[in-house]
């Protein structure tokens, strides 16, 4: 008896690489590209109603984003498994994916042929995680790797490690603290080797990615 | 779909085409489409610029295309590469919309062609089509920014002021690159980076490199993955 056919909806924001990708993806037998997004709105829109059997999504798209969307796709009660793509890998991110309802997530620089087993595996009822993406998280969830690093702060850490990825020097820091600048300097030293950066531009970024500080919308 | 003018298409090989991108899946995707149109093929793959300017040594392609993510700094010092490499060949480069102080630059390092990298497949057929000729491509939207930038009372971009050397410092500095990382990679001593770190600190009125880095991110210049 023949299977039925996997349906998709594909999600990229970049027209040339999803006209691509949906030849690639229709010329395997049993799969079928039902709808093009290229937002996180329209994707969330095309999945209502289209009710397609899986979403192949970019994690990366305007709008509300590839993690929001899935988030709501998730939600909307329809039996749809979602795969995520990504251009770059973050250890970060697949936790929040996963836990927002993601089924398979997948780096961007893997194989058709390996689009296509997750999306089979998933339509299954499975999880599809990319080689390279679960080393990843199996790495951050050893000892010594834990969920946020910021956890293992002192208070005094925390403030300190606060003003500096928001952009402060450390002359208007030792100002606010009633501290010797000479003090801060040690402070920021023992952060760099708690959270395993070189630099300030590093602890802001890694500030940002944990979410801990947003971007500065004013200079 | 825009097709090539029949005349000089007709009974010829293919061009070809060496596509620049990190990532194997979105390579497969465009090379899908290129090759689809049967008179424009992709004859080589490389993950980056250097992999690119190798790659074309050994055989030279008709059209290099870049469509690198993520990272300002080595799309621009990548693709200017290529173009002292090969003065001959056209660049077109695929870019993010909002980074219109790279895609300036980039013309002005005599790159080819710059479209955004959310163009539609039919302007990414023009655009090849229109360099191939040996002429310039820029997309309408990237034109009328340009051209608003020359009219009187426009607000100029803070980053206008930079030096191309001061511009590369700016963006490795904000990627979290350190003093020492950045002189190897300019070939230059700790001292002249930290010269022009001053120089841009003091030109962008900001105190701090992670002030930098803000005013990067909030540019569209920088990204931090898992972030949108």
Known sequence: MEQPEIRILLVDHQEMVRCGLQRLLNDMPQLCVVGEACSGEEAVQLSRRLKPDVVLIDVQIPGIGGLEATRRISRGGADIRIVVMASQIDDLFPIRLLDAGAAGYLSKNCGIEEISDAICVVNRGERYISADIARQMALSTLPGGEQSPFGRLSQRELQVMLMVAQGQSVHDISGHLCLSSKTISTYRYRLYEKLGVGNDVELARLAIRHGIVSIALQP | ?228
């Open chain 2, 1 to 228: 779909m825009v097709a090539l003018t029949p005349s000089t298409q007709a009974e010829e090989s293919p061009v070809d085409i060496l596509l620049v991108d990190s990532r194997q899946l979105v390579r497969a995707g465009i090379e899908r489409v290129l090759s689809d149109t049967g008179h424009l093929t992709v004859s080589d793959v490389a993950a980056n610029c250097n992999e690119a300017i190798r790659l074309a040594r050994r055989q030279k392609p008709q059209i290099i295309m870049v469509n690198l993510p993520g990272s300002s700094v080595e799309v621009l010092d990548g693709a200017s590469k290529i173009r002292r490499q090969f003065p001959d060949i056209p660049i077109l480069v695929l870019a993010d919309e909002s980074e219109l102080i790279i895609q300036e630059r980039l013309l002005q390092a005599g790159v080819a062609g710059c479209v955004s990298s959310l163009c539609s497949v039919g302007e990414l057929f023009t655009a090849i089509a229109t360099v191939l000729k040996g002429e310039r491509y820029i997309s309408d939207s990237l034109a009328r920014k340009l051209a608003e930038r020359r009219l009187p009372g426009y607000e100029a971009s803070p980053f206008d002021q930079l030096t191309h050397r001061e511009l590369q410092v700016f963006l490795l500095v904000a990627e979290g690159w350190d003093t020492l990382a950045i002189a190897k990679e300019l070939c230059v001593t700790r001292k002249t980076v930290n010269g022009y770190r001053n120089r841009v600190l003091e030109k962008l009125h900001m105190q701090t490199e992670v002030e930098l880095m803000h005013l990067a991110i909030r540019h569209g210049l920088v990204r931090i993955p898992g972030t949108i």
